[in-house]
């Protein structure tokens, strides 16, 4: 069984080869063309959902209804994200992109205009519906150009662990950065402007991402067919083939919820936990704690040269991120939560890296992007069904009771992977597994 990734691939003979790192991985040719207009694009997806909660308590003087208005579009994303992948790797991330942040804006304004007239809360569905089916995956695409473009050499394939631990660490500096932004705008500025920027940067953001066409996949649909195998009526089985198919991408599918219950339970309980004490802006402040965490974790993973493999790290992640928020109902100052949230934001980051860096060897490269969603999604679903619970509990028992919500969700999460970890083992363990585009490296399978 291969524990490590193999560091001598493309190494001239007699010279130590250059341990993966970020300095390695940056300097990647082409890299930037992409890292600053991705890194622009989905800096609005952490503003979302505190932009609709904030905004929907405050019309609505409930935390429960904002927090399923927010469900709503948590699910929606969920539900439409990895048919957005599939979509975006068959015909290219530029087509699907465009249409997709438009409606966007187009939606974000309906649900704020409906918000702010005192609508029924079944109008504010109905707006939610679109708004979260048409939020960009630019996250899962910017992470499908990095496998794209370091799979064109076996050199370049052991920097994948390193790009899935940098687009943590991206992920999370936009969760430190957009909370804080949204919940200024809104408590600062109007209870409104929250959500408002976050329609304007998705919008810019987006159109910037997408003309950058050089670096895009190349579409499934227009791949040359002697790469690729086909069934009897000559269509690619790999264009057709879904991610979901394959059943480790369904176990982290599953898995992933409870990451998502932590930030949708954090977010909302949080928002209790500071106008309980009568300190609205106390709670961008506990929330970027939590974010900073996770991406110090992430920056850290990044830099280690892990002796053991990713189906390990993301158990062990998943039991430090259980134990952690086990804790947070019992804590009633900032400084405490402060530092609870810290402890458990630090635990996030190795399991979202582990199940990132798990899709390489388990999905061919003509389902990555959709394979990045369904992950997405699933944060997307756990965070919906957590935004939900902790804002009913909230309003019925008080924040304390909110915090339960993220205890329980990585509870279950970590007895599902316990159970099923087998699955995530590529088909061929101890041998080479498929890494990147058309090349074969050894990877660590436990």
Request: glycine content about 14%; overall charge positive.
């Amino acid at each position: 069984m291969v524990n490590t990734v193999d560091t001598t691939a493309g190494a001239p003979e007699g010279t130590a080869p250059r341990r993966p790192g970020y300095g390695q991985l940056l300097r990647t040719p082409g890299a930037w063309t992409f890292l600053l207009p991705g890194f622009a694009a989905r800096q609005p997806f952490a503003m979302l959902t505190i932009g609709i909660v904030l905004l929907v308590q405050h019309t609505s003087g409930s935390y429960g209804s904002a927090g399923i208005v927010a469900a709503v579009t948590g699910v929606s994303m969920a539900l439409f994200a990895p048919q957005n992948g599939k979509l975006a790797d068959r015909f290219g991330q530029r087509a699907v992109l465009v249409p997709g942040v438009l409606l966007h804006a187009a939606s974000v304004t309906a649900l704020t205009v409906l918000a702010l007239a005192g609508a029924p809360l079944w109008a504010l569905f109905v707006a939610a519906v679109p708004t979260g089916a048409s939020v960009p995956q630019v996250g899962p695409m910017v992470r499908a150009r990095w496998a794209a473009l370091l799979g064109s050499s076996e050199e370049r394939a052991r920097l994948l662990p390193t790009a899935a631990a940098f687009e943590s660490v991206t992920d999370e500096f936009t969760f430190v950065i957009g909370p804080v932004l949204a919940t200024a705008l809104c408590t600062g500025v109007h209870p409104a402007a929250g959500l408002i920027a976050e329609g304007v940067l998705t919008l810019a953001g987006g159109l910037l991402f997408a003309a950058r066409k050089g670096t895009q996949p190349r579409p499934a649909g227009r791949r040359a067919g002697g790469s690729k195998r086909t069934s009897g009526s000559g269509a690619s089985t790999e264009a057709r083939a879904s991610a979901l198919s394959v059943p480790g991408v369904r176990v982290l599918a599953v898995v992933f919820l409870g990451i998502g219950s932590v930030f949708g339970g954090m977010q909302v309980s949080l928002t209790a936990f500071a106008e309980e004490i009568g300190n609205p802006g106390a709670n961008g402040l506990l929330y970027g704690v939590f974010a900073a965490g996770n991406m110090l974790a992430g920056i850290a993973c990044g830099a280690v040269a892990w002796k053991i493999g990713p189906r390990r790290r993301l158990i062990a992640g998943y039991a430090g991120l259980t134990l952690a928020a086990s804790g947070l109902w019992a804590v009633h100052s900032v400084p405490a939560l402060a530092a609870l949230g810290l402890l458990v934001g630090l635990c996030i980051a190795p399991a979202l890296i582990s199940g990132y860096t798990l899709i390489e060897p388990l999905v061919p490269a003509g389902a990555r992007t959709e394979a990045f969603t369904w992950l997405t999604g699933s944060v997307a679903l756990g965070q919906a069904g957590a935004v939900t619970a902790a804002g009913q509990l909230a309003d019925a028992h008080g924040a304390s009771a909110g915090f339960v919500v993220p205890l329980v969700g990585t509870a279950l999460a970590l007895v599902t992977l316990v159970a099923l970890r087998s699955r995530l083992t590529p088909k061929a363990p101890g041998r080479v597994a498929a890494r990147g585009m058309g090349h074969r490296v050894p990877v660590a399978v436990d």
